[in-house]
């Protein structure tokens, strides 16, 4: 797997969000869905580059997709 920094939860919800994800409802986790999927980011700074990877795959996206978002 291709190395992935730990990000922003803010910029990964705006990644997502080019992605074609749109915000659910917020807590502390902000669940984002596309219409077929649905992914739960938490609102950790920066977001652990384990996890980020775990919901870029639920999402349907690989690394590389992910990063020319950001």
Same mark, same amino acid.
């Given at each position: ?13 705006? #990644? ?15 669940i984002m869905s596309d ?13 652990? #580059? ?8 639920? #999402? ?7 990063? #020319?978002?950001?």
């Amino acid at each position: 797997m291709p190395k992935l920094p730990g990000v922003n939860h803010l910029a990964a919800i705006k #990644a997502f969000e080019k992605a074609g994800f749109h915000i659910e409802r917020q807590g502390k986790h902000v669940i984002m869905s596309d219409g077929k999927r649905v992914v739960t980011i938490p609102r950790h700074n920066p977001i652990h #580059a384990f996890t980020l990877a775990g919901i870029v795959k639920d #999402a349907g996206l690989t690394i590389e997709e992910f990063k #020319a978002l950001l």
